[in-house]
């Protein structure tokens, strides 16, 4: 499985960015996702997860009520909607897929594959 991420930037706080994930390659369709970031001097962090279909979604709770994650398999693409940003949001954002196709996944070391990352930096 391979992973494209997308959609970072600059903007201030309050304000609202959507990142985009593609994933390729076979059964990709089939993996659990998942939205990680690492800011500068910190551990990759857990944001948001799906299970194979979007069905079931779960996020930490520093951002549960801020951010949204929902995947599209038609177009074989998960996003996560980042709304009210805050400067502490601020890090490099990382898709990642696991093969457990359902539950809830937070560790790193559950998931198998990951994208590059996209930077997100939140002014204040």
């Known amino acids: 499985v391979q992973l494209q991420a997308s959609g970072g930037g600059l903007v201030q706080a309050g304000g609202s960015l959507r990142l985009s994930c593609a994933a390729s390659?076979?059964?990709?369709?089939?993996?659990?996702m998942g939205w990680f970031r690492q800011a500068p001097g910190k551990e990759r962090e857990f944001v948001a997860g799906?299970?194979?279909?979007?069905?079931?979604?779960y996020s930490a709770g520093s951002v549960m009520d801020r951010f949204t994650i929902s995947r599209d398999n038609a177009k074989n693409t998960v996003s996560l909607q980042m709304n009210r940003l805050k400067p502490e949001d601020t890090a490099v954002y990382y898709c990642?897929?696991?093969?457990?196709?359902?539950?809830?996944?937070?560790?790193?070391?559950?998931?198998?594959?990951w994208g590059q990352g996209t930077q997100v930096t939140v002014s204040s």
């Open positions: 990642a897929a696991t093969k457990y196709s359902s539950g809830r996944y937070v560790r790193t070391a559950d998931y198998d594959y």
């Open positions: 390659g076979r059964r990709a369709n089939s993996y659990g």
């Open positions: 799906t299970n194979w279909n979007g069905g079931s979604t």
